[in-house]
């Protein structure tokens, strides 16, 4: 691949004045080429900073990868780990910075970091925490190197180039916002500080000047043309395209003359296909374009609570709910939430219904550019069944299938930055599902946390995955997207499900919410899914799409009760992920206690009786939880959960469709491996074999007691000497007293747990004759 075009003032290698060899003083200790993007020089870097400079470059990178310390800090990935992340992350970079005192050595550091900070921007969905660590190596070396005070030219180059990199990354977070605002003004932006960098590095004659000429001019030349790419896509969706240009060709030039990385292309491929297809769908007349006149969108974020039980649960909230405590205080607390109520078979027993309490939390506001762009009602929902979750929901209207897109992924991890606001609170969270978050794991925890005299047991919450439902009231066709209103003429109105999946966009309806970095048009290029669709609910052409994270329900010529039972159906099935979590963290934790358990009794010192107690009880707690799930999952798939036959049928598929029944089926396995488990046999022939060494000291003990009686009888009748007799019994008591000690110490478990049952004897016989005597008085009084 050749390297980019000569700029003014770029040198095609790294010559400092005064070397006719090309490489660095060797003050500076640098005997390469720095050239951007050729294909050694990130290994060459590294190579001069570990060797000259002694800096631990694995560690630098590490900094950048952050999966294997959640699963260091938090195995169950449920909590963040930012605070640590940072925290670990800052002390390597102030114990690396401190090794180049050299300015070259320092900028070589800096562009380390960015090459670090770029991989794993290719890899990662915590793009704000990528973002926050770039900005915590930018204030750690400012800081140490004094750069505020005394400014170094290259290492101010290398660390803009750093800021460079974050301002894509921003760039890519609007792209995830659905803002064609928003990403127009970043694209402009990053655009005009390439050039700005480009500029002040053309005083730099320096490797690192000519390294940050080369590597700025690629990027600068690979938004310009994203630039072209969006606007066309604008205008080619608004039916307003004037420029027409050869894609394919500007392309190929621009991949002939520039080093692109693969990332790059492959994100300037997908606008091209965007583009294409939008073409080819305007050049068919025949076709039109979806827009949903009227619609419902539910965000679910389910969970579920270990530890406690469901009237537990009911009871500290209401309980919270009435002290007014937390940042996001509910407005109302309702005993039976289910809108549908009729739905659900009345006659199950109230551990078995999905009706329960629920929480209406204050209104949420999402909110871009300054503007709400949504308002959802928001409630906690809990279910005697352990099916929980948050449910925030709103009505939408005219939304073409760049909103509807943008809209579907709102609840993901990696949608773009939004704030995200409370009635009723002054904290804004910068995504939907961080507010869920924190509202899950922080405040709902300190909600049913116990108070006074209740039983202290840990208790847990689990997250699934969270899910959208789409509700397709009303849709329509139009000539194309954004089509400005023309008078009063009407629409056709799309009749079934049919007809909505001829139209140009309905491929957001197919799939599952996607990450949609690579376009705002990305929707355009996604494939069919036949296999998701439920055709034919109630009446023909009714559609119900159902994939892991989204459900859409589409039964446009009926009226909304019957599209509301389908609705109420999908969010039941949904929120199962939450309680699957919640089950297999029990499996989970049961495992890793057991595991304990059995080590804890083979260590010198340990208290065995407790030992084997506390596996019996864990063994009750196990049995009683195989009881529970199993008549859950028999009432999943019983007819009797629900009134209407074609209700519990259409639960059926829905429970087949989404993959629950292949979750359930594994579940099942996981119990009967759990409840085959011989750990407690194991604990058990143990204790046994320790019984066995109480039985075997008695033995010995009599059998010594049986020697010196018999001694006695030798002696008086005159055999052998009595200093004899008397030595001989003197060995047989002391053989006794040690094999008995001995079997006892082993008995215990050791001089130390000996030493302790010993000393406390006087208080449990103490205890025991309190006790003793307590039952002798009960008796007598009980007595008629």
């Known amino acids: 691949m050749s390297h980019p075009p000569m700029q003014r003032g770029e040198q095609e290698t790294a010559v400092v004045p005064g070397q006719r060899d090309g490489t660095a003083p060797d003050a500076a200790g640098l005997r390469f080429d720095l050239v951007a993007r050729a294909p050694e020089v990130q290994g060459r870097i590294e190579a001069h900073l570990h060797q000259q400079c002694g800096v631990d470059t694995q560690a630098v990178r590490d900094c950048f990868i952050w999966n294997g310390l959640q699963s260091e800090v938090d195995p169950g990935g449920e909590l963040d780990v930012e605070d ?23 900028a070589l550091l800096c562009l380390w970091v960015h090459h670090s900070s770029v991989r794993a921007w290719n890899h990662t969905y915590r793009v704000d925490l990528l973002m926050k660590c770039m900005l915590r190596f930018r204030d750690i070396v400012r800081r140490d190197w004094a750069l505020k005070a005394r400014p170094v030219p290259e290492v101010e180059l290398a660390l803009r180039l750093c800021e460079l990199v974050r301002l894509e990354i921003e760039l890519e977070d609007c792209l995830k916002t659905g803002s064609q605002l928003r990403y127009s003004e970043a694209l402009d932006m990053v655009i005009g500080s390439c050039r700005g960098l ?40 608004a039916g307003k395209e004037r420029e027409r240009f050869e894609v394919r060709k500007e392309l190929r030039t621009l991949v002939n003359t520039w080093p692109f990385s693969s990332v790059e292309l492959s994100k300037m491929n997908a606008h091209r296909q965007a583009l294409e297809r939008l073409r080819e769908a305007h050049a068919d007349r025949r076709k039109q374009w979806m827009r949903i006149d009227e619609g419902r969108i539910v965000y679910l974020f389910p969970f579920g609570v270990n530890g406690i039980d469901y009237e537990t649960v009911r009871t500290r909230l209401k309980r919270a709910f009435a002290e007014g405590a937390g940042p996001v205080r509910p407005s109302a607390a309702i005993d039976h939430f289910t809108y549908h109520a009729d739905i659900w078979e009345p006659r199950l027993e109230p551990s078995k219904r999905f009706d329960g309490l629920e929480l209406i939390l204050p209104k949420v506001r999402l909110t871009i550019d300054g503007d709400t762009v949504e308002e959802l009602n928001a409630a906690l929902r809990f279910s005697p069944m352990g099916v929980h979750c948050l449910r925030l929901e709103r009505t939408v209207e005219d939304l073409y299938p760049s909103g509807l897109h943008a809209a579907m992924f709102r609840a993901a991890r990696e949608h773009g930055t939004v704030e995200v606001s409370c009635e009723g609170t002054d904290r804004t969270w910068d995504r939907l599902a961080r507010f869920a978050r924190d509202l899950i794991l922080r405040q709902l925890p300190e909600a049913l946390a116990p108070r006074g005299g209740e039983p202290n047991a840990p208790v847990g919450i689990h997250r699934g995955r969270s899910h959208v439902l789409i509700r397709v009231l009303r849709a329509s066709e139009r000539s194309r997207e954004f089509e400005p209103p023309s008078g009063d003429e009407d629409r056709p109105l799309v009749q079934d499900g049919n007809r909505l999946l001829e139209l140009v966009g309905s491929s957001v309806l197919l799939h599952s919410a996607p990450d949609a970095k690579e376009s705002l048009w990305d929707w355009i290029r996604l494939a069919d899914d036949h296999s998701r669709k439920i055709w034919n609910q109630r009446n023909e052409g009714d559609l119900l799409i159902s994939t892991e994270n989204t459900t859409v329900i589409a039964a446009l010529d009926a009226p909304n009760f019957i599209s509301g039972d389908l609705e109420a159906l999908a969010e039941f099935t949904a929120c199962l992920g939450g309680m699957m979590a919640a089950w297999n963290h029990q499996l989970d934790a049961y495992r890793a206690g057991v595991s304990e358990i059995i080590a804890g009794y083979s260590l010198p010192g340990a208290d065995r009786a407790a030992q084997v107690e506390a596996m019996k009880a864990k063994r009750m707690q196990m049995l009683e939880f195989e009881s529970e799930t199993r008549q859950v999952i028999a009432l999943l798939h019983s007819p009797g959960l629900l009134r209407s036959p074609s209700n519990a049928a259409e639960l059926r598929r829905l429970l087949a469709v989404k993959g629950i029944d292949e979750q359930l089926a594994s579940f099942s396995e996981r119990l009967n491996e759990v409840m085959a488990d011989q750990s ?31 001694i006695s009888i030798w002696q008086a009748a005159g055999f052998w000497t009595p200093f004899g007799w008397g030595a001989a019994t003197v060995v047989v008591a002391g053989w006794a007293a040690v094999y008995v000690s001995a079997r006892w110490v082993s008995y215990q478990g050791g001089p130390w747990s000996t030493a302790r049952f010993l000393a406390g004897f006087p208080v449990r016989a103490l205890s025991r004759a309190r006790t003793g005597l307590a039952r002798a008085r009960m008796r007598r009084i009980a007595r008629p």
């Open 84 to 106: 640590v992340f940072l925290r670990r992350a800052g002390e390597v970079f102030e114990e690396q910075a401190a090794l180049t005192p050299d300015s070259v050595d320092r």
């Open 198 to 237: 480009l500029h002040d590095a053309e005083d730099d004659a320096g490797p690192v000047g000519v390294y940050v000429r080369g590597e700025v001019a690629v990027r600068r030349e690979y938004h310009v043309m994203l630039r072209r790419l969006h606007r066309a896509l604008v205008a080619q969706s």
């Open 680 to 710: 407690e046999a194991t604990l058990q022939r143990w204790e046994v074999d320790r019984q066995q060494r109480v039985r075997d000291s008695l033995t010995a003990a009599v059998s010594a007691l049986s020697v010196c009686a018999a």
